[in-house]
């Protein structure tokens, strides 16, 4: 577990460390505090990217889905379905482009294993969908459509793009 709350040097040291210990699968901890916050989630995923083996993978166990193009853009290898398990026992089911409180938004009545379950088809669909735009190259469209529907990821997008630009280049193909 890749820690150091907002701190970029304490997460660098501590990936180090892990690496220099042989690991290769590194979580990143507080990853919703990091998506709530856009220049925090950048400034750390880009120097962990930038200073780790590129045979290291970074895993996000939480997320949201609207989420998921944008952090696999910045090189953020694995999700888990903690987050689908999660909304599922408070009633949300999670989309591609939002979460819906089924109390307020009675979309559908589903019990918290359907739920679940409903959730969980949801994170392989976005995860098919993002492989599908890697392999035709077309992943940024993916981010830019899915960036939309989150004012937080909106924001990192155009952070990245302002501020990260040298990263971008290195680590993403020109169409």
Do not use: W
Not at 45 to 51: G, M
Not at 127 to 134: D, F, K
């Amino acid at each position: 577990v890749i820690h150091g709350a907002k701190y970029q040097d304490l997460r660098l040291e501590c990936a180090r460390a892990l690496e220099d210990m042989g690991y290769r699968l590194f979580l990143v901890a507080n990853p919703e505090e990091l998506l709530r916050n856009p220049r925090d989630l950048l400034k750390i995923i880009t120097s962990l990217r930038e200073n780790m083996s590129p045979n290291s993978a970074l895993y996000f166990s939480f997320t949201e889905l609207n989420f998921v193009p944008l952090l696999v853009y910045l090189g953020v290898d694995l999700f888990g379905e903690s987050a689908a398990d999660f909304y599922a026992q408070t009633g949300v089911m999670t989309t591609p482009h939002n979460n819906y409180n089924l109390q307020q938004y009675s979309l559908y009545d589903m019990s918290p294993a359907e739920l679940k379950k409903q959730n969980r088809e949801y994170l392989d669909f976005v995860l098919r969908e993002v492989r599908a735009h890697i392999q035709n190259g077309t992943l940024r469209n993916l981010v830019e459509e899915r960036c939309c529907s989150s004012p937080e990821a909106m924001s990192a997008l155009r952070i990245l793009d302002r501020d990260y630009g040298d990263f971008v280049d290195s680590y993403t193909p020109l169409y």
